[in-house]
Antibody, heavy 123, light 113 residues
């Protein structure tokens, strides 16, 4: 059974930093791309960042580029999101999701999702 | 970035009736080399994470009831629930993965009439 368990969320002041983790099990972690997707309270889904199975390629939404860094440790089956210079508009539930690799090596659809971790940016 | 739009914003359908949700992309998500549409549909119930329903525009995920079906190609897509059940009350999102700047539609809320 695929399981994705996010952790690391909490309350942080504007300008602060937070590191999210996503522990994966039930699938061959290194064979899948991984993404972070967020959902602000009462709002829709917004993709944040993705990383290839090897970790060699990373992708970011313009809204977080230069502030957030995605990484993974395939020996620990864990995905990370380092969030710096946090803003009020980053307040959201952050989900991790796995993505099968597409026909040409790019990440595909979002297969399984974790339960999410809430990040609140407020003074 | 590819912009995804959905219509309607919400709809209410009687139990057992058909529900139809439309999704449009600002550019084609059909990859000519493999003739696949890079379009997925998700269901999100209150307090839960999204769940994959359909990928490649029309391939139903394992375990998804066959009353859910996806159709369309290029820029115009449809999710159909052939006979609405009470457990189908949720918000439905389309999403493109043609570009590695992944984008979602704004969502369509489905309720019981």
């Amino acid at each position: 059974e695929v399981q994705l368990l996010e952790s690391g969320g909490g309350l942080v002041q504007p300008g602060g930093s937070l590191r999210l983790s996503c522990a994966a099990s039930g699938f061959t972690f290194s064979s899948y791309a991984m993404s972070w997707v967020r959902q602000a309270p009462g709002k829709g889904l917004e993709w944040v960042s993705a990383i290839s199975g090897s970790g060699g390629s990373t992708y970011y939404a313009d809204s977080v580029k230069g502030r957030f860094t995605i990484s993974r440790d395939n020996s620990k089956n864990t995905l990370y999101l380092q969030m710096n210079s946090l803003r009020a508009e980053d307040t959201a539930v952050y989900y991790c999701a796995n993505q099968p690799i597409g026909d040409y090596g790019d990440p595909g659809h979002f297969d399984y999702w974790g339960q999410g971790t809430l990040v609140t940016v407020s003074s | 970035d590819i912009v995804m739009t959905q219509s309607p914003d919400s709809l209410a359908v009687s139990l057992g009736e058909r529900a139809t949700i439309n999704c449009k992309s600002s550019q084609s998500v059909l990859y000519s080399s493999n003739n696949k549409n890079y379009l997925a549909w998700y269901q999100q119930k209150p307090g839960q994470p999204p769940k994959l329903l359909i990928y490649w525009a029309s391939t139903r995920e394992s375990g998804v009831p066959d009353r859910f079906s996806g159709s369309g190609s290029g820029t115009d897509f449809t999710l159909t629930i052939s006979s609405l059940q009470a457990e189908d009350v949720a918000v439905y999102y389309c999403q493109q993965y043609y570009s590695t700047v992944f984008t979602f539609g704004p969502g369509t809320k489905v309720d019981i009439k």
